[in-house]
Structure formats: C-alpha cells, structure tokens
C-alpha cells in the first residue's frame, strides 16, 4: 500500500497485559514518529526514530513503553503490565526529511482499550 | 504539557462563511504546519510555514505567522460542510525534528 498502515485497528487488553503495535511506514521514508492521543486532545509526542536508532524518545511516559524499529523500516511499539490510563489511540507517522521541513504522513491509528 | 494552545476549541459556523483559528506556543520555532483530522481517523498534513515566512495560501487555506507574537493563524474562506473537522498546528522547534501538536480547533460547518 501507499500508506502509513497500522496493526492492530482495534486492541482490548486487561490491565496488567503486555501489547504490541505495529506501524509500517511508507516505503523509503526514513524517519518514523508515534503519538498517543486521547479523546478531546490533540496527539501527545513519544519517541521518533530516525532510521534504525530512537533520536528522540522524552515522550515515552514511563519504562513500561519500548519501541524498536530493527532494520530502519517496522516499527513496534512495546507495552508492559498495562494501565487503565493507556488507553488511548496510539498514532504512528513517517517522514522523508530533507531539511527540516518534513511533512508527517499518518496511519489511521491503533485504538488501545485496557480494561 | 508540551502542547501549544489552540482557540477557540470550537468552532461552529455556516457554510459559505470564513473559520479563522489561532495557534500560540512558547519557544522559538523552526517551522510550523497545519493538520486536519476527521472523527476517528488520521491526521492529513494541509500546509508549512517556515519562520521565515509571514504568509501562505494553499486553495482555500490562507496560514499567517507571527513570531514576535508566538503565533499561527489558520484561515479557511467560503467554508463547506465537507471542512468539518479538528484542525492542530504542530510545530518544531530549531535542532530538532520532534513535532509538537496543540490542542486542536473543532470545527463545524452546518449547511
């Protein structure tokens, strides 16, 4: 596909259960961002890569999130003994930087629902 | 909270009438955009400004910026049912590719 695609769409988990998301970024775009967004707010910064290495990862908001991007191209993103309070839609974007002027491509989200 | 502030943070008006909304933030800035969303789906990008830069058009979509103010304005004219939606600026700041998204502006266009 052209687009951003992320996996799952949909994700009901009980708290305290571990969660993978899945973001697979348009083809050749080098750098890779995820985002969380609850309802009524715009999206909350996490972590973005640049090729395989996380340039920036200040958002993630505790250790129990990881997010690995192996080979500069999937990423996951890595949730531990989930909380009620993770429940959110979680976004991923890439990006072909020239400069500093990237434009941000999203997927539709994963919509994350801890119980 | 690392989100800049948007308003109003609703927006309701008649089509075929003008939507203004504003985006102010704190830091010095690299470059700032505009990105819509529709209701439970993803963010599509709509424009760039750089801070060097005081105005850009884009079809309907008129973007200002003032950096002695810390502020971005967002003009959409002759407005349609079809613009309904959440409209964020998101911003960088220099040295850094991380993108800081405001609150957001909820727009209603009625017909």
Not at chain 1, 53 to 82: C, H, M, W, Y
Not at chain 2, 24 to 33: A, D, F, M, V
Not at chain 2, 58 to 66: A, K, W, Y
């Amino acid at each position: 596909g052209a687009g951003v695609s992320q996996t799952p769409s949909n994700k009901v988990t009980e708290k305290g259960k571990y969660v993978e998301l899945r973001c697979d970024p348009i083809s050749g775009h080098t750098a890779l961002y995820w985002y969380r967004q609850s309802l009524g707010q715009g999206p909350e910064f996490l972590i973005y890569f640049q090729g395989t290495g996380a340039a920036d990862d200040s958002g993630l908001p505790n250790d129990r999130f990881f997010a690995v991007r192996p080979e500069g191209s999937v990423s996951t993103l890595k949730i531990q003994r989930t909380e009620r309070g993770d429940s959110a839609v979680y976004l991923c974007a890439s990006s072909l930087f020239k400069g500093n002027t990237g434009e941000l491509f999203f997927g539709e989200g994963s919509r994350l629902t801890v119980l | 909270s690392q989100q800049g502030e948007e308003d109003p943070q609703a927006l309701s008006i008649q089509e075929g009438e003008n939507a203004t909304m504003n985006c102010s933030y704190k830091t010095s800035i690299n470059n700032l955009q505009w990105y819509r969303q529709n209701s439970g789906r993803g963010l599509v990008h709509l424009i760039l400004i750089r801070s060097n830069e005081r105005e850009k058009h884009s079809g309907r979509l008129r973007v200002t910026l003032d950096t002695s103010k810390k502020s971005s304005s967002l003009l959409i004219t002759a407005s349609r049912a079809a613009d309904t939606a959440s409209y964020f600026c998101a911003r960088t700041t220099s040295g850094t590719y991380k993108y800081i998204f405001g609150t957001g502006t909820r727009l209603k266009v009625l017909a």
